[in-house]
């Protein structure tokens, strides 16, 4: 076997988004009792690994896929990082959805407590699931992709259980359990994929399972799509979701809501996309997308709760997503890339939202709140920026975004389009489930601000003001937000390119095996 040549310059730029991250997170766990040491570390990494990702773009969209190959020999046999337009652009505004939520955190926690108070698990733990988050994106095998996925769940669970309830344990424990049992049903599938094939590199399993029987091939394709369904919350496996964020910190849930689903439904994306091709679309997807739609959709219209309503929403927004890979064309892999990019910004966005709206009135009931319109009118405008783009108005994100998976569904045949209506009508609930908030929230006349009914968690209610920081923040990600609006053309083209990438699969497999295909 001969030692691997990384032909692109930019290889080695690869295993920094993981590595990066690990170390920072060493670091601040050594330098536990230094709080300023701590966020200077946390947000230095995350703005290096934010270039890094956009470099990654840039040389990706311009001349392909870049791999580098560790430990010196060449995949199959030695594991690979490979980084192409769809897992740049995803690790790019992961990232700064990451950095921007962390920027919340830390003034969240200095509000709070003082400038003065450290952290032995927060800093750690979140560089971690970063680093999770960042080798799930970038990972070129099954087994790889494991490790990523718990390395995001022993940092999240930690996250979703720092200085709260038991109530809120027990939640988390709901999450864990189920992260486990998929963990183990991930573990299996791989077994039996290494099995069968002998070989968990993805560009070389994608040659070997077009050779296994038809029933042992679709086997495998619907076990790894029933893992990557519980991770990504699809219906019938969304259980657990509105259970578990809700009662995370908001700064964790507004991580978790961003980053998790949308891992999964990469990793769903990825290897149905790579393993398993198909020339026509994908009847039973349409089906499970069209109740993740209506199902998140409508029981969000049931909800009090206001991050329940959003976890959710959240749910029903899967469904457009998997509608795309459903549909299995070139363009309806472009619009659930690009609706993958903006559902990541967006739905953080509403989440350090509802923390602010949380820590103002010191409830997530609705019924509770009021008037925040007059006492509060720049959170009433950071609230309608991101429910305007989640519920796909124009000229948001959102309507660019679902207006390429609708084009791309009526042109797919009958059933897709049938399902494409089912696009528009989940959008009017979301619509409706959103001024529902609106008019509740903020209008009305303005109510007290309730106690904390928890001085002792993670995060204190009530306050009745808002940290200029943790404004700044969260319009941060509202400028995000407009900005993939604003640019839409040119990322639309972006992902217009990754959709055929994804479908034609010859130019990551060049890039993996290269000679050895």
């Not at 699931?129 to 070129?140: D, E, I, K, N, P």
């Not at 299995?328 to 966005?349: C, E, K, R, W």
Request: net charge neutral; glycine share 8%.
């Amino acid at each position: 076997m001969n030692p691997a040549v990384n032909t692109s310059p930019y290889a080695w730029l690869l295993a920094l988004p993981v590595l990066l991250p690990i170390l920072g997170a060493a670091l601040t766990v050594i330098g536990s009792r230094s709080p300023t040491l701590q966020r200077v570390v946390g947000i230095v990494v995350l703005v290096a690994v934010s270039a890094i990702a956009g470099v990654l773009l840039v040389v990706c969209d311009g001349s392909g896929p870049v791999v580098a190959s560790l430990g010196g020999w060449a995949a199959p046999v030695g594991i690979a990082l490979v980084a192409d337009r769809l897992s740049a652009l995803l690790l790019l505004v992961s990232t700064l959805v990451t950095l921007a939520v962390l920027v919340y955190a830390i003034d969240q926690r200095i509000a709070d407590y003082g400038r003065g108070t450290a952290s032995t698990t927060f800093h750690p733990m979140y560089l971690m699931l970063s680093a999770g988050v960042s080798l799930a994106y970038l990972t070129g095998d099954l087994f790889s992709l494991f490790v990523a996925f718990e390395i995001m769940l022993t940092a999240s669970y930690v996250l979703i259980t720092r200085r709260t309830s038991a109530k809120k344990i027990r939640a988390g424990m709901t999450y864990v359990t189920v992260s486990l049992l998929s963990s183990l049903l991930f573990l299996t599938a791989i077994a039996l994929v290494y099995a069968a094939t002998g070989t968990v590199n993805l560009a070389d399993l994608a040659g070997r399972v077009e050779l296994l029987p038809p029933g042992l091939a679709t086997v495998l394709g619907l076990m790894l799509l029933l893992v990557f369904g519980i991770k990504a919350a699809m219906v019938p496996l969304h259980f657990w979701l509105p259970d578990s964020y809700p009662n995370a910190p908001g700064p964790v849930a507004a991580l978790f809501a961003g980053l998790l689903t949308k891992v999964g439904f990469y990793a769903m994306l990825r290897t149905q996309t790579l393993l398993f091709p198909r020339e026509e679309p994908w009847g039973l997807l349409l089906v499970i997308a069209t109740a993740t739609m209506l199902v998140g959709a409508l029981g969000a219209l049931a909800q009090n709760d206001m991050n329940r309503l959003l976890s959710f929403l959240l749910v029903s927004h899967i469904g457009f997503m998997l509608f795309g890979l459903a549909v299995f064309d070139a363009a309806s892999v472009s619009g659930a890339a690009l609706y993958a990019a903006h559902h990541i910004t967006v739905l953080a966005t509403l989440f350090l939202v509802s923390g602010l709206i949380t820590r103002r009135t010191g409830t997530v009931l609705l019924d509770e709140m009021g008037g925040l319109l007059r006492t509060a009118p720049w959170l009433a405008a950071l609230y309608a920026v991101p429910a305007l783009t989640l519920a796909g108005v124009p000229p948001t994100a959102g309507f660019v975004a679902k207006l390429a998976l609708l084009q791309a569904g009526a042109a797919a045949g009958l059933w897709p389009t049938v399902v494409a209506g089912v696009v528009i009508v989940a959008s009017l609930l979301t619509l409706y489930a959103l001024a529902r908030v609106w008019v509740r929230v903020f209008w009305g006349e303005p109510k007290a601000a309730l106690p904390d009914d928890d001085p002792d968690d993670e995060v204190l209610v009530g306050t009745s003001r808002t940290p200029a920081p943790m404004f700044a923040a969260t319009a941060g990600l509202v400028v995000v937000s407009l900005a993939i609006a604003a640019f839409a053309g040119p990322l639309t083209a972006v992902t217009g390119r990754a959709g055929v990438d994804l479908l034609d699969r010859e130019p990551y497999l060049l890039a993996v095996l290269g000679a050895e295909r």
